[in-house]
């Protein structure tokens, strides 16, 4: 049974009617931008271009878009074949479409445990985890977290947490609220990878309403023993987030937020529209720098880069907006 949507506000859908036009020529523009200049194999990822998959969705079959926008009934671990823009016929097509990387294929991992095989097939490296934001298919979040982790020449398992979203524009609310729901998993998939004596440090690349969850499983595992010291770089990119809420949440991280990357743009539009949805209240990828340096963590203003129309995702479209993020896991690393 699917699960039922929440209906924006009037204002809520006038805001993102007026929006509308400029998401959709975005979209068109914006995916035929890829940051990464060499040849595909000159990453790991782009050597082994498999995905860890860790998801929340309901599972559509074996078939394209494997996972879809509705709620699942529980974690799922499963695998999934990338192919870089430009290489075999299904790349190729791809790359025609939308410069983009492409899914090739996903073999779900029958476990009584999800999470625990989720962290397993990492053992021995360290982690790249994607959580992505809002207005996310399963395929452009796998394509996404493909194309991050080979720009940054990622040497590690590269891993996307992937949550139902119903990938539309007029299902902000929906998102939000699945995100919320989605939690739990988040959780689960995150404490098993730290858990996992075999396995590397964790970084964690959240976007835009993602990091929304993962804000939320940070705090809730903050205490575990150890738990800090197998957290690597926390990168927030665009964050979705009522700076009300961010402040008090990171002010609680202690050693977390110190490792803790802010990409913010006070030109940011869709934030700016997101903003207009919660009643004015600035969300944390547009808010002042002031007070996000007052928290201690770093923070990468990214106003005046780009020629981006939203200006929500530069740290994907820009290549020397990717390189705060490559600087961010170095640092982590020393």
Not at 23 to 41: I, K, N, R, Y
Not at 70 to 95: I, K, M, Y
Not at 113 to 118: E, G, K, L, P, V
Not at 192 to 197: G, H, R, S, T
Request: glycine letters at 10%; one cysteine or more.
């Amino acid at each position: 049974m699917s699960a039922s949507r929440p209906a924006l506000s009037r204002r809520s859908f006038a805001a993102l009617a007026l929006l509308g036009p400029a998401l959709a020529s975005c979209v068109q523009s914006e995916a035929m931008v890829s940051p990464f200049t060499g040849p595909a194999d000159a990453s790991t990822f782009g050597k082994e271009p498999q995905l860890l998959v860790a998801t929340t969705r309901k599972p559509t079959g074996d078939r394209p878009p494997y996972f879809g926008s509705e709620r699942g009934s529980g974690l799922v671990f499963a695998e999934a074949r990338l192919s870089a823009p430009g290489r075999g016929v299904a790349a190729q097509v791809s790359s025609v479409v939308s410069g983009d990387w492409a899914v090739l294929g996903v073999q779900r991992r029958n476990s009584g445990d999800a999470a625990r095989a989720f962290a397993e097939a990492a053992n021995g490296r360290d982690v790249l985890l994607y959580v992505h934001g809002y207005n996310e298919t399963f395929e452009s979040s796998a394509r996404s977290a493909g194309q991050l982790s080979h720009s940054l020449a990622f040497d590690g398992r590269t891993a996307l947490f992937t949550w139902p979203s119903g990938g539309g524009l007029l299902a902000y609310a929906y998102d939000r609220e699945s995100a919320l729901w989605s939690r739990d998993g988040f959780v689960q998939a995150l404490k098993a990878l730290v858990d996992n004596p075999i396995a590397g440090r964790v970084h964690i690349v959240a976007h835009s309403m993602g990091t929304f969850l993962a804000l939320e499983g940070l705090r809730e595992l903050r205490d575990l023993p150890g738990f800090s010291d197998r957290i690597g770089s926390v990168v927030f990119a665009s964050p979705d987030v009522d700076i009300d809420a961010f402040e008090q949440t990171v002010s609680k991280l202690g050693p977390i937020a110190r490792r803790m990357t802010v990409i913010i743009d006070p030109g940011d539009r869709a934030l700016a529209v997101s903003s207009r949805i919660a009643g004015g209240v600035a969300r944390a990828g547009a808010a002042d720098r002031e007070r996000l340096d007052r928290l201690g963590v770093r923070v990468a203003d990214t106003a005046g880069r780009g020629w981006s129309m939203l200006r929500h995702d530069l740290f994907l479209s820009d290549s020397e907006v990717t390189q705060v993020v490559r600087r961010a896991i170095d640092r982590a690393g020393s």
